[in-house]
């Protein structure tokens, strides 16, 4: 059932019109992946390598952050590496990467997340925390661990660069909150 629906979701072309190019989805993970990871939508260079988090954001989350090796971060009894939508969805008029498109979330995503038999989240950024969780705070949310689905998760702001800002506002997260998330990450994934 999951390795057909991982087919469909490969050959998925529905955004196509809309985008003005050919969708690439980018599919990463197991059904026994140990941990869920969630963000908005691949950047333009994962558009081209076909491979999560392969650019400054990427460099950032898994030797800044998690820091975890390649090895340790592509291996897929580890992580399942998705977003609100599986494709790059190009650029909006201000030159910004538009929205993640809805239909991809509630035609794919949350079939996968139903079918996957996980132990923790992680949700990326405030688009995808307010998808898994409309009602609370962003803020709130990044400094206390959560619950969705009966299980752990945890909500992190974005890696970007452009998200300098936020990080500088609030040193508590890379001086506190990274270094328990840290210890999580490493505690399901050693065994
Ligand atoms: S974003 Fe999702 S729905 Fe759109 S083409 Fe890609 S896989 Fe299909």
């Not at 985008?19 to 690439?24: A, D, K, N, V």
């Not at 390649?70 to 030159?95: R, T």
């Not at 923790?120 to 609370?136: N, Q, S, V």
């Not at 959560?146 to 974005?158: D, E, F, G, S």
């Amino acid at each position: 059932m999951f390795e057909k629906l991982k087919n469909e979701i490969e050959k998925c072309r529905d955004c196509e019109e809309k985008f003005g190019f050919e969708p690439h989805p980018i599919f990463w993970g197991k059904q026994n992946s140990k941990i869920v990871q969630i963000s908005q939508a691949p950047s333009n260079n994962v558009h081209h390598s076909l491979k999560p988090f392969t650019d400054m954001s990427g460099k950032t989350l898994k030797y800044e952050w998690y820091q975890i090796t390649d090895e340790e971060f592509y291996n897929q009894d580890n992580f399942y590496i998705g977003a609100l939508a599986h494709c790059y969805p190009g650029k909006d008029k201000k030159g910004n990467d538009r929205n993640p498109p809805k239909c991809c979330f509630t035609k794919w995503v949350e079939q996968e997340l139903k079918m996957i038999d996980n132990q923790l989240y992680i949700i990326i950024g405030a688009k995808a925390a307010k998808t898994f969780f409309p009602e609370k705070d962003y803020e709130e949310l990044i400094f206390r661990n959560q619950t969705w689905n009966h299980k752990m998760a945890i909500v992190l702001p974005h890696p970007s660069p452009l998200n300098k800002k936020w990080l500088k506002d609030h040193p508590d997260f890379m001086n506190k909150r990274i270094i328990e998330v840290r210890k999580i990450i490493k505690e399901i994934i050693k065994d």
